[in-house]
């Protein structure tokens, strides 16, 4: 089962059982933790401007099970340029690190408000 945990600038903490998604303070967060089953697979590191982005999405392939995969990333823009670091975490325990979306189960997603 996929958590997160949000660690903020003054070592406050949020995690996925205290909250939602939505009530992580970004002004003050340093820190980004998904976990799988209780352990730590990905941290993502935030500097000011940077914006986290975290989804879980489900995969289902004809005549497989379904997959959940965990996308934890940061954007920020540069120069105009939209700069992204993003990590995908699979149920086997493998993470795929890349700098933007592409086609298939690594599309983009719909960005909330604080995302942009």
């Known amino acids: 089962m996929f958590e997160w945990k949000a660690i903020y600038d003054d070592g406050t903490e ?3 059982s205290d909250g939602t998604y939505l009530d992580i ?14 352990v730590p697979k990905v941290k993502v590191h935030l500097r000011q ?5 975290y989804r879980l999405r489900v995969i289902q392939l004809l005549g497989h099970a379904p997959r959940r995969i965990a996308i934890a990333c940061w954007q920020e823009t540069k ?3 939209n700069i992204q670091l993003i990590a995908l975490v699979f149920e086997d325990g493998h993470v795929e690190i890349m700098d933007r979306f592409r086609e ?8 909330r408000p604080e995302e942009k």
Do not use: H, T
């Open 14 to 16: 949020l995690d996925s």
């Open 104 to 111: 298939g189960i690594y599309r983009p997603i719909n960005l």
């Open 49 to 53: 401007g940077q914006r986290l982005i």
């Open 79 to 81: 120069g105009g340029e």
């Open 25 to 38: 303070d970004r002004k003050k967060l340093k820190e980004f933790w998904v976990l799988f089953d209780g």
